[in-house]
């Protein structure tokens, strides 16, 4: 079998959010009961069918970097930043404050980059996409905990200002990432998505390219 080539998604979001869970349920399609808090950075793989059913079909190693989200590691969590192709930020629909944190995040993965004016101590949600052009997908968990069901429907700020999909699920229920449901067809789209940006788009229109020392195969 020929060496398949490979994208890296970050997993980010506050502890507790259920990213572990997320992370074990993207990779096995099935659900992980009892996630322990991560230590650093878990890995998962996955395969994946680029542009599936059409004459451009490939496969494609999917590498999910769910990353500690303790404040604690904050000052060691930007060695996992180096090479990033795609960004999953995740929260709690049960806790607000981790939807307002997600803007934290990507400042964290800005100020590791010397691509971004580290002069900022709020996130320019225009700045980040023009220049980084690193696909971002937004989900919402626990969703199974919301009595207010108008808070499954809401797009999270986030997603609006950086033009990202968002999903809403049950990290606890296997059906949530179910072939053909709407949540599959999103993650599809943002795999392709993070796929066409790496392989298919100009080397000079992604930081992750633009200085050598970010390059990773």
């Not at 067809?185 to 992750?208: C, G, H, L, P």
Request: proline fraction near 2%; charged fraction near 25%; aromatic fraction near 8%.
């Amino acid at each position: 079998m020929a060496l398949l080539e490979k994208v890296r998604i970050l997993i980010l979001g506050d502890s507790g959010v259920g990213k572990t869970s997320l992370t074990h349920l993207i990779s096995h399609n099935e659900c992980l009961a009892n996630a322990n808090s991560t230590i650093g950075c878990n890995i998962e793989v996955k395969l994946h069918e680029y542009k599936e059913g059409t004459q451009d079909q490939k496969t494609y190693f999917i590498e999910l970097w769910d990353i500690g989200g303790r404040p604690c590691y904050q000052n060691t969590r930007n060695m996992f930043y180096n090479c990033v192709h795609g960004i999953i930020l995740v929260h709690d629909l049960t806790n607000k404050k981790s939807q307002e944190n997600l803007s934290k995040w990507l400042i964290e993965v800005m100020n590791s980059h010397n691509d971004f004016d580290h002069s900022q101590d709020e996130f320019d949600p225009e700045s980040f996409v023009g220049t980084s052009k690193i696909p971002i997908l937004v989900i919402g968990t626990k969703c199974d905990l919301v009595k207010d069901s108008n808070l499954t429907r809401r797009v999270s700020s986030m997603a609006d200002e950086c033009g990202a999909e968002e999903i809403i699920l049950n990290c606890l229920m296997a059906k949530s990432l179910a072939a053909g449901t709407g949540a599959a067809v999103k993650m599809t789209r943002f795999f392709d998505k993070v796929i066409q940006a790496k392989f298919y788009t100009e080397k000079n229109n992604s930081w992750v390219y633009s200085s050598p020392k970010y390059y990773c195969d």
